[in-house]
């Protein structure tokens, strides 16, 4: 932190410590003369007893907090059943993320599906084909893991220009939780594989109306997939796959099957509609490339963003943000105030996780003129988050899925942001 900002601060900190003590309220909303009445004055919650404990025997957040909720576009799908809608990553700090708040998908709607009715099945190239019920799972030794989950169609709005205006919308097909569950490989060896087991792929499968299959080539399947039957401590929630989902680090969300109902090994991909005519990336010259399934390294600032808007005047503000690889873990992030010129390191929160989210934050003293914010994440394979005409060089302006380009914001000397572009 340079001396200025450090100054700065301590003057902030000065004149809030000045507040207190009934000089002068100094703060977002500009100094006011006199003492503070929610200082000086006994309040009703210090004086009125509150709720009992059998008066949220599930806790929900405090209303205050009502509007930290996910969000669908209108527009952007048919219909509820099959759609989604979005994390409020804007209003979210740290980086695991409420269930109740966790993007979801759907292909032919959340189902119910009991754990006295739940039942997997491993078949095809294997010994001796098995049937797990839920009770069985629960007796195998069990793993805790923090990962990523994030739809492949993630910011593909933003193709073709800058369509949705909030990092929400933009980048909120993500969640971020930590999983229990029963690694895919020791349900695998139960049921006996091949000697030979390069080449071989498994095809999973979803117990509701749409099926939805996909192929996982073997060594994916044998080294860190998870099958799930809790996230963030608690059971999985019916949107995202309750009783048992699949967990499939680093790789895009489609492949992360709710209401796992059949694992089969097979010689070779099934090639299904999930994975030809759907999930596969079309490039400028009008063909499609399949099998591209990890997300790569990709980052957003969270705030100040268009829902996130600068509520003070000039001093200190703090940035922030996301980032994640879907190829390991987030080693850097820099962050751009004048549209990629210019780019200062920010602070990763913890060192970063391999296939999980890592938080920055680059604290700035601001002056109260406009910025085009950026934020620009590497991993630790060396790889450097792209533009957006670095990405459209390669994928024209119509393709969908692993959009993973630089995002900008337009900050206003208002405070209020904007989803824009820059070249």
């Known amino acids: ?43 009703d919650w210090a004086s009125l007893t509150g709720d009992g404990v059998d008066a949220t025997p599930y806790g929900l957040p405090i209303e205050f907090e009502s509007d930290v909720i996910r969000r669908n576009v209108e527009w952007l799908t048919a219909d509820t059943i099959s759609s989604i809608n979005f994390t409020p990553i804007h209003a979210l700090d740290g980086t695991i993320t409420p269930q109740g708040c966790a993007f979801e998908r759907h292909h032919s709607g959340a189902i119910e599906l009991a754990k006295e009715d739940y039942r997997l099945m491993i078949n095809g190239l294997v010994d001796t084909p098995l049937v797990f019920t839920y009770a069985d799972l629960e007796r195998f030794p069990r793993e805790n893991h923090v990962y990523f989950c994030e739809c492949a169609a993630n910011t593909g709005m933003e193709w073709a220009g800058a369509q949705l205006n909030g990092a929400q919308f933009t980048h909120g097909m993500i969640h971020n939780m930590e999983y229990t569950g029963v690694p895919l490989r020791t349900l695998l060896a139960e049921a006996g594989l091949p000697a030979e087991t390069a080449g071989k792929w498994v095809y999973v499968e979803g117990a509701d109306a749409s099926s939805n299959g996909r192929s996982i080539p073997m060594e994916k399947a044998l080294d860190d997939v998870l099958v799930a039957f809790k996230a963030n401590g608690e059971a999985l929630r019916k949107e995202h796959g309750y009783p048992v989902r699949l967990v499939v680090p680093g790789w895009e969300g489609n492949m992360w099957v709710k209401w796992l109902r059949r694992v089969e090994v097979m010689d070779g991909p099934v090639e ?49 943000g996301l980032a994640w690889s879907g190829n390991g873990a987030i080693t850097r992030v820099d962050v751009s105030t004048d549209g990629g010129m210019n780019w200062t390191q920010a602070r990763l929160a ?29 991993d630790d394979t060396g790889y450097v988050q792209p533009t957006k005409e670095q990405l459209r060089e390669v994928r024209g302006l119509n393709s969908i899925y692993h959009n993973n380009c630089i995002q900008t914001w337009w900050v206003r000397e208002t405070g209020e942001a904007e989803n824009v572009e820059v070249s």
């Open 1 to 43: 932190m340079s001396d200025e900002l450090k100054s700065s601060r301590r003057a902030f900190l000065k004149g809030g410590a000045a507040a207190t003590a009934g000089i002068a309220a100094a703060g977002a909303a500009g100094a006011a003369e006199g003492p503070d009445p929610l200082i000086t004055e006994l309040q």
């Open 272 to 320: 299904s509609r999930e994975e030809t005519s759907k999930y596969t990336d079309t490039l400028e010259d009008g063909t499609s490339r399949k099998w591209t399934w990890a997300m790569d390294a990709k980052s957003v600032v969270t705030s100040p963003s268009p829902q996130a808007p600068i509520t003070h005047g000039p001093g200190p503000l703090v940035i922030t």
């Open 350 to 378: 913890q060192p970063g996780q391999k296939m999980a989210l890592s938080r920055f934050y680059l604290e700035i003293d601001w002056d109260g003129s406009e910025m085009l914010l950026q934020s620009r994440a590497m």
